[in-house]
């Protein structure tokens, strides 16, 4: 903490608070002792199961793997710049991601950034410099790194805050099935399980799969724009270097197993996914409000969007038919784990029409949930819009929208 403060005001000074269009508002990259304030201050809504102490060593830890060194992750703060004291009013994180988009028949690798982390001290609130900085954050991306084509960001405060801010909300919805160790009943597929070891081979499939997808779903004469986040190995690493370290400060051991596959008929006809733990009850005998989450979701015989959003009742049919059994394994297997990691169940992101099936097949009366407030995938755009403006999401598909993408 930094010396001689108390709540981010040095003791003894009565700082003027300006208003959130003044001009002497910066964005500005905070000093490592502004950083570990900041996070000393959010510890409270976000370390969840962690101690204190434990979710400081947890953000250092996790800004310093492979996917965040060498300028992976920056940190932002708002500051008045004519203050004699400088105070962090607000701040944030972004995460440099790679990134598809397909259009005009091509496909191109591009940069986007992630948006996580925003947060404003209660002593600063409703002066409306969360807007100001997500304002000027939303601008800078544009240019950041070599510029970026969008960003994305997953709203736990619903959809307006930064609908209003330029991050329009797409579809976040989400199925989930309970944690259970009673032996499966059902004839499904055999599904093994998939180690830390096993992911770099399958995220560059998945990569191979999604450029040719949306190579096919996008041709010279549409004007419709393909995005996809590649889920590259070091964000999945990312995600299992948290829940690694949160399940060693609560169970004095990390999970091996990381997904399931269902092999088929061997590469080109295989189901599989990976998924995450994430604990945010303190008692690490109780499940409550802990929850595993399945981050991707493939099948390699169909190209990503065929696969998401089949056009016709045959083809969503099919899908059920031959796919539901497969991804039912994944999820039993899923439904094991977390009952021995204290999750309440498993939950997928953006279900298709096969995964509500399989989902139904373990639990009966499985729903769609449709988020409202929580986790609210959103998107930035910053490309050309279509002659015809209206919303981002009219023009542009946001492909592979799962939990991997979450930052």
Known sequence: MVAGCENGVPNGVVHHLPDSQSPTLALVHPTPEEQHLQTLKNSDPWRGALSLDAYLLREKVLADQEFTRNGGITFWGLVDAAAKDRVMLCGCETFRKKALVARNGKVQEVLCHGVGSVFCPPEYRRRGYAHRMMREVGEKLKTWQGGALFSVLFSDIGKEFYNLNGWEPFNSSHITVPASSEPTVANFPEARPLHAEDLAELCRTDE????????????????????????????????????????????????????????????????????????????????????????????????????????????????????????????????????????????????????????????????????????????????????????????????????????
């Open 208 to 407: 191979q799969l999604l450029r040719k997808s949306m190579q096919h779903a996008s041709p010279s004469n549409s004007s419709k724009i393909f995005i996809a986040v590649i889920p590259e190995i070091a964000t999945i690493r990312w995600h299992h270097a948290r829940e690694d370290f949160i399940a060693r400060q609560l169970h004095g051991r990390v999970p091996n197993i990381k997904g399931a596959i269902v092999d088929g008929d061997g590469p080109g006809k295989r189901v599989w996914c990976y998924w995450t733990r994430m604990w945010y009850n303190e008692d690490p005998a109780a499940s409550n409000g802990n929850t595993l989450h399945v981050l991707r979701l493939v099948v390699e015989e169909y190209g990503a969007l065929d696969w998401e959003r089949p056009s016709t009742t045959d083809e969503s049919e099919h899908m059920k038919c031959k796919y539901a059994p497969a991804i039912a394994a994944l999820l039993r297997l899923a439904q094991k784990e977390a009952a021995e990691w204290k999750m309440e169940g498993a939950e997928v992101w953006n279900p298709t029409v096969a995964t509500v099936e399989a989902a139904r097949m373990l639990k009966p009366e499985a729903t769609v949930v449709d988020r409202e407030s929580e986790s609210i995938a959103s998107l930035r755009w910053y490309g050309e819009r279509s002659q015809e403006g209206g919303r981002v999401a009219d023009h542009v598909d946001w492909i592979a929208n799962e939990k991997y993408g979450w930052c």
